[in-house]
């Protein structure tokens, strides 16, 4: 396991440019980023993406260490016999017959939910009355690059200082490559688009006070080290339009009928049935 774990990181760090690349074989059976993509999202019910940004790559490279756990526990299981087991079979009865009431069920939920229609007048009236659930809050492109000391930061900034424009961008992507000790330097230190709120404190405060196209004029201290930051860009909060979100709104309002179509059903059902 140690040698899987010193290559973890550089293979994380580039996987995030192909979802569906195998990161890692074990014994024959590959881990693809589509796999811990999934991992990830079912951890986090499906909020990954407000994960802090310096936290993600360390979640992910957890994630994959327990996938490659999984797949070695079970080679070994098969290995040993465990698969022949009357144990193994007896529960694997069961988890067979409780997936394939699960599965009816949601089956036939869908069959439900899919007969259930919504018009483009509620659809439209949902809209006009929440607009404000559509709002985008305010949000910002950056780069850092991360340092384990002042001093080093100090001199990086030393070193931008007299850079604007293009040429500021391009020497602090190549610092973020070459200095930067955090997971996004070898993409220039690029950490994407994020809102208020989903960086710590230290770092949010810096970010959505400065300009666009400049960097912080002193190092920004977290407790994951010194950042410089500089900021690509900057989105001022917006309205989603109505054929952004109309198909979010259908999925809420079917969701809605559903519930009210279900309770129905199920007095029906009960009604016919022998329960003793």
Not at 13 to 30: D, R
Request: proline share 2%; glycine share 6%.
């Amino acid at each position: 396991m140690k040698k899987a774990k010193i290559i973890l990181s550089t293979i994380l760090l580039a996987s995030t440019f192909l979802s569906a690349q195998t990161l890692v074989t074990v014994n024959g059976s590959e881990i693809t980023q589509n796999d811990v993509d999934s991992a990830l999202m079912n951890a986090t019910q499906g909020r990954f993406n407000e994960v802090p940004a310096e936290k993600q790559a360390q979640f992910r490279q957890q994630v994959l260490e327990q996938l490659i756990g999984k797949e070695l526990a079970y080679d070994d299981a098969k290995k040993t016999g465990v698969l022949t087991s009357k144990e193994f079979k007896d529960e694997y009865d069961k988890v067979q017959e409780r997936v394939k009431k699960e599965l009816a069920i949601q089956v036939w939920q869908k069959k439900i939910i899919d007969g259930i229609a919504v018009s483009e007048n509620d659809l439209k009236e949902y809209y006009n009355k929440n607009k404000e659930e559509f709002n985008e809050k305010e949000s910002v492109h950056a780069r850092h690059i991360l340092l384990k000391t002042q001093a080093e930061a100090d001199t990086i900034i030393a070193e931008l200082k007299s850079l604007s424009g293009d040429k500021l961008k391009e020497k602090f992507i190549e610092l973020a490559q070459t200095k930067s000790t955090g997971p996004s330097g070898p993409k220039g230190g690029d950490l994407g688009y994020f809102s208020q709120g989903q960086m710590v404190p230290a770092f949010n405060d810096a970010v959505f006070a400065m300009k666009v196209g400049t960097i912080t004029p002193a190092a920004v201290q977290t407790q994951f080290g010194y950042h410089v930051i500089y900021l690509e860009d900057k989105k001022a909060p917006a309205l989603k339009s109505y054929d952004e979100v109309k198909q979010f709104i259908e999925q809420r309002l079917k969701m809605e009928k559903f519930k009210t179509v279900m309770n129905t059903k199920m007095d029906e059902l009960q009604k016919k049935a022998t329960i003793k």
